[in-house]
């Protein structure tokens, strides 16, 4: 837990102390331009630079590959195949050998690279990729969730059942009972910054690897398996990315890999760095789900079982979406309690890129479903869906409305909290009658709103991974460096392990030294990724000062013959009994007298345990909550839409960097109404990916901000577990709070039919679904008109 030997009042008079609102460490210069991403790095002398060559069939064995004219291109040194790689072909992240470094005899997607090319300079190798003469012979290719469904749903790996009670029998027995299907879309990254890889040889068998990834140690880890070398010889390192969105979790290995051979190979630096549309077209993305659901619910909205089967589109090979699709089912309860439920998962295997972690990782596509039945209901009924939200919630610790599908107990629930308080800031129900008597008169612009929550589980499923290191050393002039297992990619991940360290030896923030991320200092790191990377790094942060600390108390008790607990870390000073020395002057003291004054922390987190196997156990240390109201307009002409107001009041317990956090929330909320709204991905007959430039693709602009756009945490929330300073987890959760986006589009499109009907709308809800909606409405309730 935080420290606790200084008072609040005595905390705050540090610069940059834990639960302080203080800019990220690089804010400055992001808006400058000065911050070093790898591309901005100096490049050794004789740096070599690869681009990918790219296949363009969707399924097809490879026949031949002519790559004479590539080879001849002017600045080419050498092209790399298959059969270059030293040990392996294979970088699977989940070990099922599925996923090679290159294609070898078969083309399992469109845009699958086949070759690499190494070269003088970047343009060179990319115009020498373009010269390659390959001959396929096509096999029959399926890109789409309902062509592998029909064609018999080959799976990429195992899928979950999570089962409590007897839902088939209760869906019988229900006095009401609905089903549909729900097309939820998927989403790409769109990171700043694409994937970037730069090795540079070492003596033997060494290599040090400057990667864009979210994963230091798996890309150790591939770097090492494709190579033949073991861990120990790998070093990665990494500063900084320009967004990462979990789609630097695994997809990084490839192109360190390549950079890695090459450099090896050649005896000399390789970079790799792909444009925008290579990026889109050859790396995975957020997976895009079916949804067949089939709810039994009583006469007032309650919610008596619940039987859902998710299908994703997983592409041609495993990747993460295991675990994505087990996480789907893990939030397909959203907030709300289902007595009897069965819940499946059916990873499908498509010809398209290997989908892959995206913020969320599955979460928002199980809780959208689940929001999805709650509106059915509402339509069913007549009534207004937070009524049949608040209905389902689950219930608190003396309720027996508290065991998910997975047979976790929700034991910290403060939802119903959440959403009355924010019903009542945002002025839920005044705003939703004057939005229904508007749209019982104006013709063309119609409205809605809509209040959602958010229920978020934290923690990585995989419990081996829920653990992180930290190096800290205390120099001879009180400066501090610092060393996590966590990486930044704009998160401020640094800047709150760095006020967590401040905090905890009561000295200000500019003494502490954030430094890169790299494997040769904290080793067997896990991903930043679950929204963990501050509970865990900052955990470990904590105990390697814990560890400092102690031995610089038991000096000091017995340099000034001093009882311990009359000694204190107190505003970059020591305190001992009455006697007040200068931090800077203690440590060299302490030096002088041979004080270890260096530490490895390390974290694990408690009470977690899951058994995929039987479908139960306590997968995450606790959830996060939020809740958000959203208005928005609609064109019934033309389907164009704008959101007017969005009102959002999220938990994040006691905020270790309050002006961070908002800014998660703030950003989690436009990314999230992109996903749902604009960033349609869309391949054509052949399996080519068509959306893979800005061009094509849409994400959010400043201009669909929400009108007024009012974002609070929740002040009172503190997290029930043992978290560093009781703080919670924000990275993902707030992903989800605007299904208040889509919903709120939901009644505005209902309105057309008097809100007889749900509109069925898919994700994302374009302009031209919404249209479509609109007219499939009008007809359904005019079928007399043209």
Known sequence: MAPTNSTYEERKSIAGPMHGS?????????????????????????????????????????????????????????????????????????????????????????????FAVIAATRDMARRAARKAKITYRDLPHLTDITEALESGGELVTR???????????????????????????????????????????????????????????????MVGHVLGVPSNAVTVNVRRMGGGFGGKETQSNQFAVLAAVAAKKLDRAVKFRLDRDEDM???GKRHDFLVDYDVGFDEDGRILAVKANYAARCGYSSDLSGPVTDRALFHADSSY???????????????????????GFGGPQGMLGAERMIEEIAYALGKDPLDIRKLNFYGDNDSDRVLTPYHQKVEDNIIQRIVAELEESADYQTRRRAILDFNRTSRIIRKG??????????????????????????????????????????????????????????????????????TGKVPNTSATAASSGSDLNGMAAHDAARQIKKRLIAFAAERWQAEPQTISFVANTVRIGEESIAFADFIKQAYQARIQLSAAGFYKTPKIHWDRNTGRGTPFYYFSYGAAVSEVSVDTLTGEYRVERADILHDVGKSLNPAIDIGQVEGGFIQGMGWLTTEELWWDDKGRLRTHAPSTYKIPLASDRPRIFNVKLAEWAENAEMTIGRSKAVGEPPFMLPISVFEALSMAVASVADYRECPRLDAPATPERILMAVERLRRTASPNSS
């Open 449 to 518: 709103i809509a209040l959602t929550p958010v229920k978020f589980g934290i923690s990585f499923t995989m419990t081996a991974f829920n653990q992180a290191g930290a190096l800290v050393h205390v120099y001879q002039d009180g400066s501090i460096h610092l060393n996590h297992g966590g990486t930044e990619m704009g998160q401020g991940l640094y800047t709150k392990v760095a006020q967590v360290l401040a905090d905890s030896f009561q000295v200000d923030i500019d003494r502490v030294k954030i430094t890169a991320t790299t």
């Open 337 to 359: 309690f289902y007595p009897h439920v069965k819940l499946t998962s059916q990873p499908l295997k498509t010809n398209t890129v290997s989908n892959t972690a995206y913020r």
């Open 281 to 283: 077209t050859a790396t």
């Open 22 to 114: 203080l800019r990220h460490d690089s804010a400055h210069k992001h808006v400058s331009g000065t911050a070093d991403y790898i591309d901005d790095m100096p490049e050794p002398a004789g740096t070599l630079h690869g681009a990918l060559g790219l296949t363009d069939r969707a399924h097809a064995d490879i026949l031949s590959m002519d790559l004479s004219e590539v080879e001849a291109f002017p600045g080419v040194v050498c092209v790399l195949t298959a059969k270059d790689m030293p040990h392996s072909n294979d970088i699977s992240p989940s070990h099922l050998d599925d996923e090679p470094v290159l294609a070898d005899g078969i083309v399992q997607f469109h845009g699958q690279p086949a």
């Open 159 to 221: 899928p979950l059942t999570l089962a409590r009670g007897d839902a088939e029998a209760e869906l019988e027995l229900a006095p009401r009972r609905l089903s549909g299907r729900m097309r939820i879309g998927g989403q790409d990254h769109f990171y700043l910054e694409g994937h970037i890889a730069m090795a540079i040889p070492g003596e033997d068998d060494e290599v040090t690897v400057w990667s864009s990834t979210q994963h230091p140690s798996e890309v150790q880890h």
